[in-house]
T-cell receptor
């Protein structure tokens, strides 16, 4: 069985400040890890993914996440957020069944 | 040209009615899914189809019946709608590589009155 814990349901931050959204997972097999973003009234879009290789993965809009196997974490970071980053962020893990399990989401609220 | 499209986007109906949500993907993917997102944004897998065959059927009431006429379509039919069925339903698809990377539709918001 696999599970995902997103410790923070809401993260408020000021524009241009750094942010970290935390994600921890558990799985009995090797995993693939994902971050998805959901803007208001839209579907989920893939932000970045870890499949293999380098443990640090980046998105095209400045987010990055690091796979830490010993701590079973895949935290999402951005050094300087923008108002347009306001959205719901979901961490997901897939293992043996390849059906991903989602965390409960973290609402990132960027204030001007 | 939308990759995963769902219709309708909004659906408001009375308790006890039957309704359907349609989903189509033009990505050539073999696997399609239905997820339910509740009011607290929690996403739960309902069904998964691979090449028109059911491979996952989580603990969903049998009032919910998926239908896959071909691998590009996965429709969701709901009988005898209840208040608790109100949610946003997302269709998704994935490639045969099965890493778990999903491509989502924009969602269908169902409101049962």
């Amino acid at each position: 069985a696999q599970s995902v814990t997103q410790l923070d349901s809401q993260v408020p931050v000021f524009e241009e400040a750094p942010v970290e959204l935390r994600c921890n997972y558990s799985s009995s097999v090797s995993v693939y890890l994902f971050w998805y973003v959901q803007y208001p009234n839209q579907g989920l879009q893939l932000l970045l993914k870890y499949l293999s290789g380098s443990t640090l993965v980046e998105s095209i809009n400045g987010f990055e996440a690091e796979f830490n196997k010993s701590q079973t974490s895949f935290h999402l970071r951005k050094p300087s957020v923008h108002i347009s980053d306001t959205a719901e962020y979901f961490c997901a893990v897939s293992g043996g069944s390849y059906i991903p399990t989602f965390g409960r989401g973290t609402s990132l609220i960027v204030h001007p | 040209d939308t990759a995963v499209s769902q219709t309708p986007k909004y659906l408001v109906t009375q308790m006890g009615n039957d309704k359907s949500i349609k989903c189509e993907q033009n990505l050539g993917h073999d696997t399609m899914y239905w997820y339910k997102q509740d009011s607290k944004k929690f996403l739960k897998i309902m069904f998964s189809y691979n090449n028109k065959e059911l491979i996952i059927n989580e603990t969903v009431p049998n009032r919910f019946s998926p239908k896959s006429p071909d691998k590009a379509h996965l429709n969701l039919h709901i009988n005898s709608l209840e208040l608790g069925d109100s949610a946003v339903y997302f269709c998704a698809s994935s490639t045969a590589s099965n890493t778990g990377e999903l491509f989502f539709g924009e969602g269908s918001r169902l409101t049962v009155l």
